[in-house]
């Protein structure tokens, strides 16, 4: 997990209770929303990729049977964790696009940052390079409760606002490709509000959780206990 103090009520995917399984958080201390939250350049120049390698390590020696972290924007180091990982390890919700994209004309990303969610980021999680604009993508506001709770780090959050400003967006996308039949969420804070998508558009609504790799793990763990 990243470094945060913001609320995670239930829903959200850095709160164990919202598994559902016995869940072992780790933070990985020093690294929080803005240095995880940002352009494929910028984590290609930092080096945050030792501190998670450290991370699993750590997981691994407590027995855990499948490995996420809490941020989507991670999917650009899929590759380099998975390797480093002895277990199932999944970055991202966006590591379901591709198999979505084999069934649906389009896909929906709903992001806590459109302007740094970028092509790579859909393609280090398989998308294929003929399918990129088959992704569409809505950002939170920048200037919005949700966003200044989560990239402030902040110790408080106003959930009603957010619950607004979440709706809000999944319709303006909703308005942009009445297409879509699916809305994938890019951020682990973001499936406390799944229900009120639901509500509002008549979409699947999918999130990390809803990994197939994270789910397959879990199952096979428990039939192993």
């Given at each position: 997990m990243l470094q945060t103090r913001f609320p995670r009520p239930?829903?959200?995917?850095?709160?164990?209770?919202?598994?559902?399984?016995?869940?072992q958080l780790l933070v990985v201390e020093g690294v929080g929303p803005q240095d995880a939250v940002t352009t494929a350049a910028a984590l290609r120049a930092s080096e945050l990729l030792p501190l998670f390698e450290a991370g699993i390590r750590r997981l691994e020696m407590r027995g855990?049977?499948?490995i996420t972290t809490s941020c989507g924007f991670l999917v650009l180091l899929q590759d380099q964790l998975a390797s480093a990982s002895s277990v199932p390890l999944v970055s991202s919700s966006l590591l379901q696009l591709p198999a979505l994209l084999a069934h649906e004309q389009a896909?929906?990303?709903?992001?806590?940052?459109?302007?740094?969610?970028?092509?790579?980021?859909l393609l280090r999680a398989g998308v294929p390079a003929a399918r990129l604009r088959d992704v569409f993508i809505e950002g939170?506001?920048?200037?919005?409760?949700?966003?200044?709770?989560?990239?402030?780090?902040?110790?408080?959050?106003?959930?009603?606002?957010?619950?607004?400003e979440v709706v809000q967006a999944a319709t303006r996308l909703q308005a942009r490709a009445p297409a879509l039949a699916t809305l994938v969420l890019e951020?682990?804070?973001l499936p406390p509000y799944a229900q009120a998508?639901?509500?509002?558009?008549g979409w699947r609504v999918l999130s990390l959780a809803d990994s197939p790799a994270l789910k397959q793990a879990l199952t096979a763990d428990s039939l192993a206990a």
């Open positions: 239930l829903g959200d995917l850095g709160n164990p209770a919202s598994w559902g399984v016995p869940t855990v049977a499948a896909v929906g990303v709903l992001t806590i940052s459109a302007d740094r969610l970028g092509d790579e980021h939170m506001p920048a200037d919005g409760a949700f966003s200044r709770a989560i990239m402030g780090n902040s110790e408080t959050m106003d959930f009603d606002r957010v619950a607004q951020c682990t804070n998508i639901r509500a509002a558009t």
